[in-house]
């Protein structure tokens, strides 16, 4: 790629936003971050904030298809899970890719730089491996790098229909059998993307829940993880009736039993946490357990409001995700944990916005396994986005207040320009790969939605 320049207007960096900042990249990092500096005639001029890229650190893309369709009628996250199963019955790797490559496309010019792909949608129907036991994790790999973005494939562990359930219908294309099944087939995974050095892409893992994987299973997937120091992600907690069917089957909360099988830790990030006693909490502070809050996906499925504040207060280092994508827009996620967090304590001022930007960009790339991004410095990642301040939700902003205002009142639709690894992705709020972002949306969602 060679020696890039841009020269942002106004740059937050970390700590503080700065004026007129020339930002260097050789390849895919950075080389210098200089505020205070003449625009040079060779730079590539961002008009507005620019940030760090951000990081959606919970993904469940073939959720996407359900925007819309999921929403009428009333119901919970248990009637809403079964419209989830007759999506997942329909796809195979190559609508995968399709819908997926549209989704992170989508993500690209919402500023996402990188993605947590929760993946538990291994096989054919009838749970019926393909002739390559990954080929729905490579398509989204591909589908990822296609779209211009990074992606960490948490390969997930899916071995039981509930507590004490066998796997049944659409979820039998979950499951390996066995956690050492599962261990074969995602070490497989591991090995063949870093065989092909794909930069784009790392392997991380999961238990996609307590729900899902019993007792005796856990440890395998947690030294999994360990072995590799790999992330290592899990739903917990997203519903009373988890915490409930765990403790009457196992006398624990979910929480407690992860830590008993050595499953918590500062590699480990919890999705969710919802519901958590205050035990809990305190366990995973101890831990130094990562949290992962998808306030969109919690309201709209009406979860509930989790314990954000109490959770870092406790120790837990707080990153977002939007989960089944009701919006994409890591701006809402935001400014969502500190506005829930007045609804439960009716107080205001839990964050800073540079709390929140923290969050959503370096936080949110280390729960990810890429501790080298999220930050505009040198030896960081190149990935940039800058957002218009000159949209109606943006106009008259101040220098002094650029952070807080797009923090509260910035969306998606105000991202301009991204670049991921020192290539532009998105220019002028257009998709630079791919052409035609809705386009691929609306073929790539009629192609397994028709009919059904």
């Known amino acids: 790629m060679g020696t890039k320049r841009w020269h942002a207007e106004l740059a937050w960096l970390g700590g503080e936003v700065a004026a007129d900042v020339l930002i260097e990249a050789d390849g ?17 001029r961002l008009p ?7 990081a959606n650190a919970h993904s469940h893309a073939f959720h996407r298809a359900l925007r819309g369709r999921a929403h009428t009628g009333g119901g919970s996250f248990w009637t809403w899970r079964e419209q989830m199963y007759r999506v997942a019955e329909r796809l195979d790797p190559e609508t995968y890719y399709s819908l997926a490559r549209a989704v992170y496309a989508e993500m690209a010019l919402a500023g996402i730089s990188c993605v947590g792909e929760f993946h538990y949608l291994h096989h054919g129907r009838g749970g019926v491996p393909y002739d390559d036991p990954n080929a ?4 989204l790999i591909a589908a990822a790098g296609d779209a211009g973005i990074r992606i960490t494939l948490l390969d997930a562990c899916y071995l039981a229909g509930g507590i004490g359930e066998p796997l049944r219908g659409p979820q039998l294309r979950f499951g390996d059998g066995s956690a050492d099944g599962w261990a074969a087939r995602a070490t497989e995974l591991y090995d063949a993307t870093g065989h092909r050095g794909l930069s784009h892409a790392r392997v991380g893992a999961a238990v996609h829940s307590v729900r899902a994987v019993p007792p005796e299973g856990i440890p395998a997937v947690a030294a999994w993880a360990a072995d590799r120091r790999a992330p290592l992600h899990v739903h917990l907690s997203e519903q009373p009736a988890e915490n409930e069917q765990c403790v009457r089957a196992y006398g624990r909360s979910p929480a407690r039993l992860l830590a008993e099988r050595e499953a918590l830790g500062p590699r480990t990030i919890a999705v969710h946490a919802t519901h958590l006693a205050e035990d809990d909490i305190r366990l995973l502070g101890a831990t130094r357990t990562g949290v992962c809050m998808c306030p969109t996906t ?8 989790g314990p954000a504040g109490d959770l870092v207060r406790a120790g837990a280092v707080l990153s977002l995700g939007s989960d089944q994508h009701a919006v994409i827009d890591l701006f809402e996620e ?30 949110g790339h280390a729960a990810l396994g890429w501790p080298e991004a999220g930050r505009v410095e040198a030896g960081a990642h190149a990935d940039l986005v800058t957002v218009s301040l000159d949209s109606v939700r943006l106009a008259g902003t101040e220098p002094a207040f650029a952070a807080e205002s797009v923090v509260f009142a910035a969306t ?7 670049i991921v690894s020192g290539r532009a992705v998105v220019r002028d709020g257009r998709h630079l790969i791919v052409d035609d972002v809705p386009g691929a949306l609306r073929t790539a969602m009629t192609a397994i939605t028709r009919d059904g």
């Open 298 to 305: 919690e309201r709209d499925l009406a979860d509930g409001i």
């Open 48 to 54: 507005g904030l620019t940030l760090p890229g951000l």
């Open 136 to 139: 729905m994790g490579a398509a």
């Open 334 to 363: 935001a400014r969502a944990v500190e506005l829930d967090e007045r609804l439960r304590t009716r107080r205001r001022g839990h964050w800073t916005a540079g709390e929140l930007l923290t969050a959503a960009t370096a936080d």
């Open 28 to 44: 895919e990092r950075f080389t210098a971050v200089t505020p205070g500096t003449p625009a040079p005639p060779d730079a590539v």
């Open 412 to 418: 998606a639709a105000d991202v301009r320009d991204v």
